[in-house]
Structure formats: structure tokens, C-alpha cells
């Protein structure tokens, strides 16, 4: 049971828009940054986009983050087929002593 | 280029303890804490802990407190990572991941890059 609630699953058509969303509480996304990670099958994940909607160099515009509250959403314009991945979000929480959490993952698929 | 690379896989029986290491290139050590994060087959991303690489001061996630170790060596620009007592749901891909930001524990962070990970399978 993952602390950020996330769908299991998310598709779309080539050239589609899609969102992700992930749901926390007052200790994590209400009160700390929010990061996206990018797991293509059999590979480590990758920083996808950091600070609520900061993009990394190199990572397509195509990918945009958002949060608002306890709440945070990941798009994806323009989908491609190699954009299918697992889609992690993951915050800092506050409560116990601090401690890093992640949803469970989005996968993601291009019909 | 900054670089992460782990150690190899490894067949351990319960009970038993593993120790994986992280060996970093490509820029200054000490200047970025380094985190541990574990995944399970076909399941999600668990966060275990933190090192400094400076000091060697370390913070580890509740659930594995009393079974974790973290260390360096900055002579070889090395992180390790301990799990004692080692049981069948400890089977995992383990990675390591260097902080980046203004500081741990300010809710600003995030980790970049990741090692490749290491497999652990636990059985008997």
C-alpha cells in the first residue's frame, strides 16, 4: 500500500494527451515538491521532472508537471510509443522523521 | 558524466545478510547525500534511507531500522548498503540514487541519477 495513490494504468492513441495523477496528504505533496520518475521496462527509473514542474535538460517539453494542494498530475502531450513506462510520483513526508515516499506507479500504454 | 554503478547480483538465504555497493564518478563525492531505494518484482519503489558521504551521517526509513547499514568510502567514492537478516520479501532490485537540491529533508529534493540496481533474491 503506497502512500501516494496513483492508477494503476493509463493509456492513449499516438499524438493524444494523457494525465496521471497523484493523490497525497497534508505531511507530503501539501507541503513538499513533488517528483516524477520514468521507467522504461528492465531499466532503472529516471528523473523525469523535479519541483513540482521543473523539466531536467534533455527531457521533451511534451512532459509537464502540475500540483495544486495535496495533489499533483503528470501530462503527457504529443504521445509517442516510446513513452511507454512505468510513471512514478514521489514527495517528502514529513511525519514519523522524515521520510521519502512514492506512489505505486502508472503504466503507461500507446495503443 | 555523472555515474552510478552498482555492484552485481546476488543469491543469499534467509537469515543471511548482503551488502551492495555504489561506486559514483563524474563529480565530487562528498558534496551530495546518496539514497537507497528498493523495488520488489513487479512492484513499486521503496525508499530505504540516506547516507552524507561527507560526515557519513545517516537517516534510514523506519521500516528498516536495526537491519540497514549505510557507509562510505571516500577513497574509492563508494557507497555500501547492509541488509541483515535477510527474508524472502527482501527479494528486490536495489538502487542507489545521489540527491540533488538545496538540502535533505527540506521536501525540495529529488535523485538524479540512478544506479543501474543490483538483484537480490533471497531463498533458501
Known amino acids: 500500500q503506497s502512500v501516494l495513490t496513483q492508477p494503476p494504468s493509463a493509456s492513449g492513441t499516438p499524438g493524444q494527451r494523457v494525465t496521471i495523477s497523484c493523490s497525497g496528504s497534508?505531511?507530503?505533496?501539501?507541503?513538499?515538491?513533488v517528483n516524477w520518475y520514468q521507467q522504461l521496462p528492465g531499466t532503472a527509473p529516471k528523473l523525469l521532472i523535479h519541483s513540482n514542474n521543473q523539466r531536467p535538460s534533455g527531457v521533451p517539453d511534451r512532459f509537464s508537471g502540475s500540483q495544486s494542494g495535496t495533489s499533483a498530475s503528470l501530462a503527457i502531450s504529443g504521445l509517442q510509443s516510446e513513452d511507454e513506462a512505468d510513471y512514478y510520483c514521489?514527495?517528502?513526508?514529513?511525519?514519523?522523521?522524515?521520510?521519502?515516499?512514492f506512489g505505486g506507479g502508472t503504466k503507461l500504454t500507446v495503443l | 558524466q555523472v555515474q552510478l554503478v552498482q555492484s552485481g547480483t546476488e543469491v543469499k538465504k534467509p537469515g543471511a545478510s548482503v551488502k551492495i555497493s555504489c561506486k559514483a564518478s563524474g563529480y565530487t563525492f562528498s558534496s551530495y547525500y546518496m539514497h537507497w531505494v528498493r523495488q520488489a518484482p513487479g512492484q513499486g519503489l521503496e525508499w530505504m534511507g540516506l547516507?552524507?558521504?561527507?560526515?557519513?551521517?545517516?537517516n534510514y526509513a523506519q521500516k528498516f531500522q536495526g537491519r540497514v547499514t549505510m557507509t562510505r568510502d571516500t577513497s574509492t567514492s563508494t557507497v555500501y548498503m547492509e541488509l541483515s537478516s535477510l527474508r524472502g520479501e527482501d527479494t528486490a532490485v536495489y538502487y542507489c540514487?545521489?540527491?540533488?537540491?538545496?538540502?535533505?529533508?527540506?521536501?525540495?529534493?529529488?535523485?538524479?541519477?540512478w544506479g543501474q540496481g543490483t538483484l537480490v533474491t533471497v531463498s533458501s
Open positions: 514521489a514527495a517528502w513526508d514529513d511525519s514519523l522523521n522524515g521520510y521519502w515516499v
Open positions: 540514487a545521489r540527491d540533488r537540491g538545496p538540502s535533505p529533508g527540506t521536501g525540495l529534493n529529488w535523485f538524479d541519477p
Open positions: 547516507i552524507n558521504p561527507s560526515g557519513g551521517s545517516t
Open positions: 497534508s505531511s507530503n505533496i501539501g507541503s513538499a515538491a
